[in-house]
T-cell receptor
Framework: GAVVSQHPSRVICKSGTSVKIECRSLDFQATTMFWYRQFPKQSLMLMATSNEGSKATYEQGVEKDKFLINHASLTLSTLTVTSAHPEDSSFYIC?????????????FGPGTRLTVT | GQNIDQPTEMTATEGAIVQINCTYQTSGFNGLFWYQQHAGEAPTFLSYNVLDGLEEKGRFSSFLSRSKGYSYLLLKELQMKDSASYLCAVRDSSGGSYIPTFGRGTSLIVHP
């Protein structure tokens, strides 16, 4: 089956620093990847849609200069949280669509737990 | 956008049957998903309904009524490992994005 990995799985950083999270599709090519944020006992909130070779599309209310997304290849998208603050502490999950698959199939990564101190 | 409503929490007994409901409002319905999410893990796909009716897959079944804006996930022969959050997600074709919007999830607790 399609596998999506994320790295790191957990990260603790100090306020004001930047953190990069990687999302990789291991056995398929993903033209589109999605980045979600999930607070405790809350739903997954879509942050942005990342398309290979083009700029990401951000959801309303998500600061594109704070959450930098790069989708440089068909198997890798990165999310960089710049100048992190404690309120950015959350569970970040990526997902990817297999470009050969049906349009509804979306494979999720295992998530990254970010804690900003 | 969509309004997706599902119960916050449910409890059930091992071996029993539980039905988790989801209601939604959307202008351009294009499919409904159910995902299972264990604490601290990513969601895993359970089902996808785009037409009315019941889809059965092992112990799990999912039902959709588009006219009523309603779906349910039915879990049979409950096992302790079924304790998890169950997310209903609706895809909307308006705007062309076809990206699902997730409900808050229903936390299911299965006890012996």
């Amino acid at each position: 089956g399609a596998v999506v990995s994320q790295h790191p799985s957990r990260v603790i950083c100090k306020s004001g620093t930047s953190v990069k999270i990687e999302c990789r599709s291991l056995d398929f090519q993903a033209t589109t990847m999605f980045w979600y944020r999930q607070f405790p006992k809350q739903s997954l909130m879509l942050m942005a849609t990342s398309n290979e070779g083009s700029k990401a599309t951000y959801e309303q209310g998500v600061e594109k200069d704070k959450f930098l997304i790069n989708h440089a290849s068909l198997t890798l998208s990165t999310l960089t949280v710049t100048s992190a603050h404690p309120e950015d502490s959350s569970f970040y999950i990526c997902s990817a669509r297999d470009r050969r698959g049906s349009s509804y199939e979306q494979y999720f990564g295992p998530g990254t737990r970010l804690t900003v101190t | 956008g969509q309004n997706i409503d599902q119960p916050t929490e449910m409890t059930a007994t091992e071996g029993a049957i539980v039905q988790i409901n989801c209601t939604y409002q959307t202008s351009g319905f294009n499919g409904l998903f159910w995902y299972q999410q264990h604490a601290g893990e990513a969601p895993t796909f359970l089902s996808y309904n785009v037409l009315d009716g019941l889809e059965e897959k092992g112990r799990f079944s999912s039902f959709l009524s588009r006219s009523k804006g309603y779906s349910y996930l039915l879990l049979k022969e409950l096992q302790m490992k079924d304790s998890a959050s169950y997310l209903c997600a609706v895809r909307d074709s308006s705007g062309g994005s076809y990206i699902p919007t997730f409900g808050r999830g229903t936390s299911l607790i299965v006890h012996p």
